[in-house]
């Protein structure tokens, strides 16, 4: 079965970077684009942006450009989402989201998701 | 960015009853929009994609409706594991977005 599997939790000082890494088993891994979505706490879903695993080629959410950063690894099935001059209100849970279409496809959904990685920025 | 309005922000009810759930779009969206169902302390779940298709192992009390700006999540007879918060996304246009959520409680 499909499954994405995250690092574990993460806290940073304002201004330092971050990278959350998720593993990828059941399927092709670079058959399917990965997303990244975020959740301040008591908060609704952001979405930051995407990656194919297949090239490498990325997509970002405006407001995320410049400070995140996607990558993969596809040796061992796994992509990464650095965010870069970490603020208090980057505070959040960060999922990967596999998009359940193939990449010719390009279905812009998640199914599944990544258990969630929180990140807490405090000095 | 496509702003997506959910209505209302709470919505009580007892198990059994049926929940109605909206998401208005700023824009037209066509049908390519999804809903999620989230648990405290959980990932978020694929329920309905496309406006009206259900994901993969979905029960059938979930329905979805809707195209343009105006969808509709049914839930025909709510069940304990049904109270969590819903979310619709659209991905007609970047950036992806979401609405705010619609939280389903017991009453």
């Known amino acids: 079965q499909v499954q994405l599997v995250q690092s574990g939790p993460e806290v940073k000082k304002p201004g330092a970077s971050v990278k959350v890494s998720c593993k990828a088993s059941?399927?092709?891994?670079?058959?399917?684009?990965m997303h990244w979505v975020r959740q301040a706490p008591g908060q609704g879903l952001e979405w930051m942006g995407r990656?194919?695993?297949?090239?490498?080629?990325?997509n970002y959410a405006q407001k995320f450009q410049g400070r995140v950063t996607l990558t993969r690894d596809t040796s061992i099935s796994t992509v990464y989402m650095e965010l870069s001059t970490l603020r208090s209100d980057d505070t959040a849970v960060y999922y990967c989201?596999?998009?359940?279409?193939?990449?010719?496809?390009?279905?812009?959904?998640?199914?599944?998701w990544g258990q969630g990685t929180l990140v807490t920025v405090s000095s | 960015e496509i702003v997506l309005t959910q209505s209302p922000a709470t919505l009580s009810l007892s198990p059994g009853e049926r929940a109605t759930l909206s998401c208005r779009a700023s824009?037209?969206?066509?049908?390519?929009l999804a809903w999620y169902q989230q648990k405290p302390g959980q990932a978020p779940r694929l329920l309905i994609y496309d406006a009206s298709n259900r994901a993969t192992g979905i029960p059938a009390r979930f329905s979805g409706s809707g195209s343009g700006t105006d969808f509709t999540l049914n839930i025909s007879s709510l069940e304990a594991e049904d109270f969590a918060v819903y979310y619709c996304q659209q991905r007609s246009d970047w950036p992806l977005t979401f609405g705010g959520g619609t939280k389903v409680e017991i009453k």
């Open positions: 989201a596999r998009d359940p279409l193939a990449l010719a496809m390009g279905g812009n959904r998640f199914d599944p």
């Open positions: 824009q037209s969206v066509s049908s390519y």
């Open positions: 990656i194919s695993p297949n090239s490498g080629g990325t």
């Open positions: 059941g399927y092709t891994f670079t058959d399917y684009f």
